[in-house]
C-alpha cells in the first residue's frame, strides 16, 4: 500500500459496518493489486492472454477479463481499464506475484512491460443510495452504464454492477485523500468484507490463489457479467472455453446462496451433494462473507444438483439456501 495513503487511512476513525439497505459506504480497496501493462504492443499481448476483448477497454469503458490456462481454467479474474496507453488490470492482492511473474513470461518479444502499479494509484469504493448526490458536485458527469468509466483531475470513476449504486475510484494518492475527505462527511466507512459481499450480491465472481485453475469462465458466469467474448479470436485457453459455449453442455455454474449459522466458508471449500456421481466433487465456494446471521456465498454446483438436491458445506456442514442472482441464465448457459 501507498506509505502515505496508509498513514492517511490509518488516522480516519474506523467504523464496522453493517450491509444495510440504506448504507452510504467508503470503502479502501487497498487490498486489491494494480497491474499496469504498457508499451506499443499492450493491446495485443492482452489480447492473447484475457478472456475478454481488449479493444473495448477504452477511456471511457472497462470490462471483466478472465486469465486461463491452456485447459481453460481460470488462474486469476481481473477488471481492466485504461489509462492514456496504459492497460490496468485490478486483481486481489494474493494473485499479484503470480501473475507479475507469469505475465512477463509470456511478453517474449513483444514491446510490453508488466509492472506493479499498487503503490502508484489508490484504489476505494463508494456504495448506496446516496452517492452519485456525493460524486456529482466532484465529477461533471458520471458513468451512467455498468463498467461505463469517467476520468477527470487525474480520477477514474468506474461505475460498478451491484444492488444499489456503487463506484469505484482510482487516482494519484494527493487526489484521492481530497476527495475522501470531500467524500467522508457524509458516509460510514466500510472493509474489505462489506465490498467483498457486495460483489457476491452482484453475481461477479472473485478467483483467489485457493480457486485458482479450479474453474472454466462459464462455471463462474463470467459470459453472464461481460467477462468473455466469443468473437475475438485465440488466446490461452480459447479453444476449450469456445467448445464449451458451442458444443458443450455446462454441467457447473455460479449460483448465490446463504448458510445460516457461524460455519465459516472459505474460496475453494468443497461442496457436498449425496447423489453427485462427479469425481470432482458436487462442487466449490467461489467466495463467501457473514451476513443475515449466517453467509452469504458464491458457489459452484453441479447443474443436475443445484435446485433438486440437499447441497451441504462439506459432508456434515449446514445446507445451502439457494438465492436469486441479478442476472438470470442464459439459454446458451443451461
Known amino acids: 500500500m501507498n506509505t502515505q495513503w496508509s498513514a492517511f487511512m490509518q488516522s480516519r476513525p474506523a467504523s464496522a ?23 506499443e504492443d499492450a493491446e495485443g499481448f492482452l489480447q492473447g492472454q484475457m478472456t475478454n476483448d481488449m479493444r473495448e477497454v477504452t477511456a471511457g469503458h472497462s470490462n471483466l477479463c478472465g486469465w486461463c490456462t491452456a485447459k481453460g481454467r481460470m488462474l486469476a479474474s481481473y477488471r481492466a481499464l485504461r489509462q492514456g496507453d496504459d492497460f490496468l488490470l485490478q486483481t486481489p492482492a494474493g494473485n ?18 508488466v509492472t506493479d502499479a499498487s503503490d502508484e494509484l489508490v484504489r476505494f469504493g463508494l456504495t448506496g443510495n446516496c452517492v452519485e448526490a456525493l460524486l456529482q458536485p466532484h465529477f461533471t458527469s458520471l458513468p451512467d452504464e455498468t463498467n461505463s468509466v469517467v476520468e477527470q483531475n487525474n480520477l477514474i470513476l468506474i461505475r460498478l454492477s451491484g444492488e444499489v449504486p456503487r463506484f469505484e475510484i482510482i487516482g494519484p494518492v494527493d487526489e484521492s ?11 460510514t466507512t466500510g472493509d474489505s468484507h462489506y465490498w467483498a459481499l457486495q460483489n457476491i450480491r452482484a453475481g461477479i465472481p472473485t478467483i483467489f490463489p485457493e480457486t485458482a485453475e479450479a474453474f472454466v469462465p462459464q462455471m463462474t458466469n463470467m459470459q453472464l457479467v461481460d467477462g468473455v467474448s466469443f468473437t475475438k479470436g485465440c488466446y490461452t485457453g480459447q479453444e476449450v472455453v469456445a467448445r ?26 468443497a ?22 446471521g449466517g453467509f452469504d456465498l458464491l458457489v459452484v454446483i453441479e447443474v443436475a444438483n443445484a435446485e433438486n438436491e440437499k447441497i451441504t458445506l462439506g459432508e456434515t456442514g449446514p445446507a445451502l439456501e439457494i438465492r436469486n442472482l441479478p442476472y438470470e441464465f442464459t439459454s446458451e448457459s443451461e
Open 271 to 292: 461442496l457436498h451433494a449425496a447423489n453427485s456421481q462427479s469425481g470432482q466433487g458436487a462442487g466449490k465456494v467461489v467466495d463467501a462473507q457473514a451476513a443475515d
Open 96 to 113: 499479484m506475484a503470480t501473475s507479475l511473474k507469469r505475465l512477463q513470461m509470456f511478453v517474449m518479444r513483444s514491446k510490453v512491460t
Open 244 to 269: 464449451m459455449h458451442y458444443l458443450g453442455k455446462l454441467k457447473r455454474r455460479m449460483y448465490l446462496a446463504h448458510i445460516s449459522g457461524d460455519f465459516e466458508p472459505k474460496p475453494g471449500d
Open 177 to 187: 485523500i481530497s476527495l475522501w475527505e470531500a467524500l467522508e462527511s457524509g458516509t
Open 17 to 39: 459496518v453493517q450491509p444495510t439497505a440504506d448504507a452510504c459506504v467508503l470503502n479502501d480497496l487497498s487490498h486489491f493489486g494494480l497491474l499496469r501493462v504498457s508499451g
